[in-house]
C-alpha cells in the first residue's frame, strides 16, 4: 500500500514554486513574446469559465490560476524531474502524463 512521505516532503525546498514566482516577476528573460492580435477560442473560454464558477472566482482570477497551476507543475516534471501523481478514493496511486 502506498504510504505518502509527507515529513521528508516538506522539509526539501520547494525549487519549483521559486522558479514560477520568478517567472511571473520577469525575473527570468522569455523571448517569445505573445502578440495582441490572438484570440482565445471558444473552448477555452467555457473551460475558464466553468473553473471560475465552480471555484466561484473570477474568470481572471481562474484563468491565472490555471496557469500557474501548469507552470508549476511543468517545471516539476520538466525541470525538477518529478512526477505527478493522483490518490484515487479507492487509494491507488496513479501517476499523470501531461504531453
Known amino acids: 500500500m502506498f ?3 509527507m515529513a521528508k516532503i516538506h ?3 520547494d525549487v519549483s514554486n521559486q522558479n514560477v514566482y520568478d517567472v511571473s516577476q520577469g ?3 522569455l523571448r517569445r513574446i505573445a502578440t495582441t492580435d490572438q484570440k482565445i477560442d471558444q473552448e477555452t473560454v467555457n473551460l475558464i ?3 471560475s464558477q465552480e471555484q466561484d472566482i473570477s474568470p481572471e482570477i481562474a484563468l491565472k490560476k490555471a496557469v500557474v497551476t501548469s507552470a508549476y507543475i511543468h517545471d516539476v ?3 525538477q524531474g518529478g512526477k505527478l501523481l493522483v490518490q484515487h478514493r479507492d487509494g491507488s496511486v496513479r501517476e499523470i502524463f501531461l504531453k
Open 77 to 79: 516534471i520538466s525541470k
Open 11 to 13: 522539509l526539501m525546498p
Open 49 to 51: 469559465n466553468w473553473l
Open 27 to 29: 525575473k527570468v528573460d
Open 3 to 5: 504510504k505518502p512521505r
